[in-house]
């Protein structure tokens, strides 16, 4: 295996491009913004499959693992990418730069789908990505599909993890002072109290596009 593959998932406008952006921003020692996102939105922004490595400063070299993105999962039928679409993903039979279609999941018959999926093309380690602000109002539709998801991700054994964003808004203190975060009992409750057992048990905290 060359590089580690890290595939985030989690609802639409949770901040996985965002997150992206800011480890590459603090491996890269300046801003970068390769991963586009957009947390208004009502859609996905994300619609394709896409990876991405993070360079060293030496030229051609890379870190050891590699970040994917993917669509955000939504409540409706027809709307985000599909839950199985995201076990393919693990499975490593999506190529890079499928574009997502949600009325119909990937077939072995499409230019999209990896047959011969190497180790390096599969899923090693599953991230989730919540938003605090949102995490009450998603709905039950989407944590049920959140739910399919680290299931199967348990199955295959890859491990898991979540990250809470935009800690900032749901918490005073916090948006003072960053470093409040360890003193939030607000936060802490959200860590704890985990819907549908959606959220895994190692939990990262980050704030808008910076990373603790």
């Given at each position: 295996?060359?590089?580690?593959?890290?595939?985030?998932?989690?609802?639409?406008?949770?901040?996985?491009?965002?997150?992206?952006?800011?480890?590459?921003?603090?491996?890269?020692?300046?801003?970068?913004?390769?991963?586009?996102?957009?947390?208004?939105?009502?859609?996905?922004?994300?619609?394709?499959?896409?990876?991405?490595?993070?360079?060293?400063?030496?030229?051609?070299?890379?870190y050891p693992f590699?970040?994917?993105?993917?669509?955000?999962?939504?409540?409706?039928t027809g709307r985000?990418?599909?839950?199985?679409?995201?076990?393919?993903?693990?499975?490593?039979?999506?190529?890079?730069?499928?574009k997502f279609n949600?009325?119909?999941?990937?077939?072995?018959?499409?230019?999209?789908?990896?047959?011969?999926?190497?180790?390096?093309?599969?899923?090693?380690?599953?991230?989730?990505?919540?938003?605090?602000?949102?995490?009450?109002?998603?709905?039950?539709?989407?944590?049920?599909?959140?739910?399919?998801?680290?299931?199967?991700?348990?199955?295959?054994?890859?491990?898991?993890?979540?990250?809470?964003?935009?800690?900032?808004?749901?918490?005073?203190?916090?948006?003072?002072?960053?470093?409040?975060?360890?003193?939030?009992?607000?936060?802490?409750?959200?860590?704890?109290?985990?819907?549908?057992?959606?959220?895994?048990?190692?939990?990262?905290?980050?704030?808008?596009?910076?990373?603790?």
């Amino acid at each position: 295996i060359q590089q580690l593959r890290i595939l985030l998932c989690g609802p639409c406008g949770a901040g996985k491009s965002s997150f992206i952006n800011s480890v590459d921003s603090a491996l890269q020692g300046r801003m970068t913004g390769r991963a586009t996102g957009y947390a208004l939105f009502q859609d996905s922004f994300t619609t394709d499959y896409r990876t991405f490595k993070i360079q060293k400063e030496a030229r051609g070299t890379f870190y050891p693992f590699a970040l994917s993105d993917i669509m955000g999962l939504e409540r409706d039928t027809g709307r985000g990418v599909r839950v199985e679409d995201i076990k393919l993903a693990m499975k490593g039979h999506v190529r890079d730069g499928y574009k997502f279609n949600p009325n119909a999941a990937l077939s072995d018959q499409d230019n999209g789908y990896n047959n011969n999926p190497s180790p390096n093309d599969k899923v090693h380690v599953l991230v989730c990505v919540v938003s605090a602000y949102a995490l009450n109002l998603i709905p039950p539709e989407t944590m049920t599909k959140m739910r399919e998801v680290q299931l199967a991700a348990r199955a295959l054994r890859i491990p898991q993890l979540a990250v809470l964003t935009r800690i900032d808004e749901v918490c005073p203190e916090v948006n003072k002072d960053i470093k409040n975060v360890y003193k939030s009992i607000y936060v802490k409750k959200q860590i704890r109290c985990k819907p549908t057992g959606c959220l895994f048990t190692d939990t990262h905290i980050t704030k808008k596009t910076n990373f603790l």
